[in-house]
Nanobody
């Protein structure tokens, strides 16, 4: 059974850092493009970052560029989202999602492109 499990969320002060993890089971992440998304109360889900399966290219939303970094550890079958310089507007439930990789197709920040989703982890940035 294909499963994604996020962890690493929590409460952090503005300017602080968190590292989210997305652990996969039942499939090999290396063959999938992975996206991180977030949804704040009353707002639509938005794409934050993604990692293309084959050659590892990445993409970031303008709101997180320079602050967030996506990475993948194939030995652990896990994708990470390192979040630095956090702001109150980063507060949301964060989800990871996966879609089977297609050669030469770059990852996307559109949630409609992803087939498998984790349950989410809450990130709260507040003083």
């Amino acid at each position: 059974q294909l499963q994604l499990v996020e962890s690493g969320g929590g409460l952090v002060q503005p300017g602080g850092s968190l590292r989210l993890s997305c652990a996969a089971s039942g499939f090999t992440l290396e063959n999938y493009s992975i996206g991180w998304f977030r949804q704040a109360p009353g707002k639509e889900r938005e794409g934050v970052s993604c990692f293309t399966f084959s050659f590892g290219s990445t993409k970031y939303a303008e709101s997180v560029k320079g602050r967030f970094t996506i990475s993948r550890d194939n030995t652990k079958n896990t994708v990470y989202l390192q979040m630095n310089s956090l702001k109150p507007e980063d507060t949301a439930v964060y989800y990871c999602a996966a879609v089977r990789g297609v050669l030469f197709r770059l990852c996307t920040l559109s949630s409609y492109e992803y087939d498998y989703w984790g349950q989410g982890t809450q990130v709260t940035v507040s003083s």
